[in-house]
């Protein structure tokens, strides 16, 4: 049988640079966290990861991964991580497709004076639980409260424990159900953005 001809990458053979840019086109499509958070001094901010996951049922917990800070601000501490570092509370707020411009304006490198909520163009709400702000217009808002923070390498992995989740009326299809296809989430991939849908299954569906 023929061997498939394949490119192969080595770790030691390439940059740190050129291997970042074979795993995000490789490891896609990747959900969104849009991170609230606010300062030990009352400052808001708001910024998306494309590095999360769930990492834990039981205790529920969610996981996103934060890096150090690029262009204007390369090799800093994101205010994200300092935020959830001090106050040790925080909110991921999910993105619909129609939200993608405003998550895509947050996103950039700005001063830790600036608002990011007014740079993108949404409300903020504080938590239902929580003292931090979620994004009204996010289909659904996940309160947090910080359980680690791991550093991997130059990253930080932080782990929250899920305090409350606070979902649409208009999404929610009952039995704690949610129906994805009326929020259309957009999924991040090498650069560039995805939606998701229409989908589908394979086999019987979980009731």
Known sequence: MSKKQKHIFN???????????????????????WVSSK?????LNLAPFSFFTVASRNPPTLLI????????RIGSIKDTLTNIREVKEYIINMVPEQLGEAMYRSSASVEPEKNEF???????QMGNVLNVPAV??????????????????GDSLVLGKVKCIQIDKAIYAGNYKIAI???KPLASLAGDFAGLMP?????????
Request: aromatic fraction near 6%; hydrophobic fraction near 40%; avoid cysteine.
């Open 11 to 33: 770790t030691n053979d390439i940059s740190d640079d050129e291997m970042y840019k074979l795993l995000i086109g490789s490891v896609i499509p990747r959900p969104i966290a």
């Open 39 to 43: 300062s030990k001094d009352g400052i």
């Open 65 to 72: 991964s934060i890096g150090p800070g690029v262009n204007e």
């Open 118 to 124: 007014e740079l993108a163009g949404v409300t903020a």
């Open 136 to 153: 009204l217009e996010a289909p659904i808002s996940i309160e947090l409260m910080l359980d680690q923070i791991i550093p991997v390498g």
């Open 181 to 183: 296809d009326k929020w």
């Open 199 to 207: 989908s589908f299954s394979y086999g019987q569906k979980d009731t």
